[in-house]
């Protein structure tokens, strides 16, 4: 296989892996893991962001409970917002959110919970009188938990973005000892699926791509 074609195979094989087995990632890999993250662009190479690599049990315990309180509330707002729907729309929704369920509950026995911070000194927001939500300061942080996710398919493992963790920031920050001017913005657990790697589920390129002008 060429090296375009790996590319292309590991980009359309990523999947957001839910279900993680505890099977130990040894430290070589997590590095050469973690080494593709520091690879990814931002602006000015300024590098305003950190991971936190979590293994610790005691660490994860914490981290898990911290997030699955948000995870019910997320849960519960979703459920409400599908009330008075057709049986299959609550059925399939449920379905969704038990996956996550799953994960909330079970976070202490991925093996590596990888937590990103960010240096709010650093982040540089374009778009912020724009009246509508600002995005643009995102660009030099979430580059970094795709080559993770991206690399991780590489070697065979998965893991998924997650942001929830976020709306807990000051409790995060005090439980792993974060300086004050570092904010959360993703959590990624990180570990051997206990499915497989597979197709995405993604809308038509022809939907997704315009060129030149909008076009319906």
Known sequence: ????E????ILS????????SDKPVDNATLERIM????????GGNRQPWRIIAVRDRDLKQQLGSLY???????VDMNMKRVEGQPQEIIDQVSKGLAVGTQLAESLVDVPVVSLFVFDTREVFVTDGNLGRVSVVGGASLYPAVQNLLLA???EGLGGVLTTLISSVEPQVRELLDIPEHWGV??????????GSHGPLRRAPL???VKYDRWTD
């Open 152 to 154: 991780a398919r590489a």
């Open 1 to 4: 296989m060429s090296d375009a």
């Open 68 to 74: 699955a309180a948000q995870w019910a509330l997320y």
């Open 13 to 20: 094989t990523t999947r957001s892996i839910r279900r993680i």
């Open 35 to 42: 080494q593709a993250a520091v690879w990814a662009p931002s």
């Open 206 to 208: 022809s939907h997704m």
């Open 185 to 194: 913005y993703a959590m990624v657990p990180l570990g051997y699926p206990k």
């Open 6 to 9: 790996n590319l292309y195979s």
